[in-house]
């Protein structure tokens, strides 16, 4: 869905206030002024009314339902989509990395109430993100698993039972001869573990990709990177992680390999591993030619078949 529009010069407010609204329903800019949003019922209603908005401020606007021909292809106008969302959900990890810092030097009830408060104030603005993450971005994972390992702590603090309890962790053993399940739209965390699971966990492994939204997993069924999944974020460590660390592998190789994923899908830069960019690129360019999940993860293999050799004999 299209919204084409051109603004009065003057005033200047009006025209901030068409890209706010624009920013709040989730559209993005195909164009200066072309902005797109998903086409259906709901969206298409959103575009009417800001049409509405622009035609009675004295500007110029159509909406149309547009098929992309050439010039954008549906999966560059995807990753527009998930890119915003992104910067999101990255702005609300950087807040909660920094009340997570604060949390740690505050010792005064009155103190750590101004964090609650404050952490309660980023659980609403992901659940706002939600509305208008027309494709799940990945970011939200990062930024969700922070937000939770917050509310965690503050709990404990308080002496708290948790709302919304995690299931019981699992053992290694637990982990052999399920079927393991994780969203369409493969990246680099879940490419990573789909490689640990075949390679260290379970070589017949069955894996199975899913809407990531709203799934109810199946008896004998195990969630990776997925929100409220077994095995996901977990605070600021990414779903490889925290499936290495379950899985109960020490193993320096792997270690290295982690600290990769966690750069490359964290963005943080925290083990400055310098070997991330190139990573990154090849994921990114497997995920370009292959869009099918599984071609993804059997093309992603090798990569980090060859990179666990590589550690492997820079420890031996």
Same mark, same amino acid.
């Given at each position: 869905?299209l919204?084409?529009?051109?603004?009065? +010069?003057?005033?200047?407010?009006?025209?901030?206030k068409?890209?706010?609204?624009?920013?709040?329903?989730?559209?993005?800019?195909v164009?200066?002024?072309?902005?797109?949003?998903?086409?259906?019922?709901?969206?298409?209603e959103?575009?009417?009314?800001?049409?509405?908005?622009?035609v009675?401020?004295?500007?110029?606007?159509?909406?149309?339902?547009?098929?992309l021909?050439?010039?954008? +292809?549906?999966?560059?106008?995807h990753?527009?989509f998930d890119?915003?969302?992104?910067?999101?959900?990255?702005?609300?990890?950087?807040?909660?990395?920094?009340?997570?810092?604060?949390?740690?030097a505050?010792?005064?009830?009155?103190?750590?109430a101004?964090?609650?408060?404050?952490?309660?104030?980023?659980?609403?603005?992901?659940?706002?993100?939600?509305?208008?993450?027309?494709?799940?971005?990945?970011?939200?994972?990062?930024?969700?698993?922070?937000?939770?390992?917050?509310?965690?702590?503050?709990?404990?603090?308080?002496?708290?039972?948790?709302?919304?309890?995690k299931?019981?962790?699992?053992?290694?053993?637990?982990?052999?001869?399920r079927?393991?399940v994780?969203?369409?739209?493969?990246?680099?965390?879940?490419?990573a573990?789909?490689?640990?699971?075949?390679?260290?966990?379970?070589?017949?492994a069955?894996?199975?990709?899913?809407?990531?939204?709203?799934?109810?997993p199946?008896?004998?069924?195990?969630?990776?990177d997925?929100?409220?999944?077994?095995?996901?974020?977990?605070?600021?460590h990414?779903s490889?992680?925290?499936?290495?660390a379950?899985a109960g592998?020490?193993?320096s190789?792997? &270690?290295?390999?982690?600290e990769i994923?966690h750069?490359?899908?964290?963005?943080?830069?925290?083990?400055?591993r310098?070997?991330? +960019?190139?990573?990154? +690129?090849l994921?990114a360019?497997?995920?370009?030619a292959?869009?099918?999940?599984?071609?993804r993860?059997?093309?992603?293999?090798?990569?980090?078949?060859?990179l666990? &050799?590589?550690f492997?004999?820079?420890?031996?």
């Amino acid at each position: 869905m299209l919204l084409i529009h051109q603004l009065p +010069s003057k005033p200047a407010y009006f025209r901030v206030k068409i890209w706010r609204r624009l920013q709040r329903i989730g559209a993005v800019a195909v164009k200066s002024t072309v902005y797109a949003l998903p086409a259906n019922a709901e969206t298409q209603e959103d575009f009417e009314w800001l049409l509405k908005e622009i035609v009675e401020g004295g500007g110029e606007a159509m909406v149309c339902e547009a098929r992309l021909i050439d010039g954008l +292809s549906d999966a560059q106008a995807h990753a527009l989509f998930d890119t915003a969302r992104d910067e999101d959900y990255e702005a609300i990890a950087n807040e909660a990395r920094t009340l997570s810092a604060r949390l740690e030097a505050l010792a005064r009830v009155e103190e750590r109430a101004e964090i609650r408060a404050q952490t309660d104030r980023l659980r609403k603005r992901i659940a706002d993100i939600a509305t208008i993450d027309f494709f799940g971005a990945t970011g939200r994972l990062s930024a969700e698993g922070l937000i939770a390992d917050l509310e965690h702590r503050l709990e404990e603090d308080a002496d708290m039972v948790e709302e919304h309890p995690k299931a019981p962790p699992l053992k290694a053993a637990d982990l052999k001869g399920r079927i393991w399940v994780t969203r369409k739209g493969v990246h680099v965390d879940r490419i990573a573990c789909s490689w640990l699971i075949r390679r260290f966990i379970d070589p017949d492994a069955v894996i199975r990709f899913v809407p990531g939204k709203g799934y109810v997993p199946n008896p004998g069924e195990i969630r990776f990177d997925m929100f409220e999944g077994e095995i996901t974020h977990e605070g600021d460590h990414c779903s490889f992680e925290v499936l290495l660390a379950g899985a109960g592998i020490a193993d320096s190789a792997l &270690q290295a390999i982690a600290e990769i994923v966690h750069d490359i899908d964290l963005k943080d830069a925290k083990f400055g591993r310098e070997e991330a +960019s190139g990573i990154a +690129s090849l994921i990114a360019g497997i995920c370009a030619a292959n869009p099918q999940d599984e071609q993804r993860i059997v093309q992603g293999g090798p990569v980090f078949d060859n990179l666990y &050799q590589y550690f492997r004999a820079k420890r031996g």
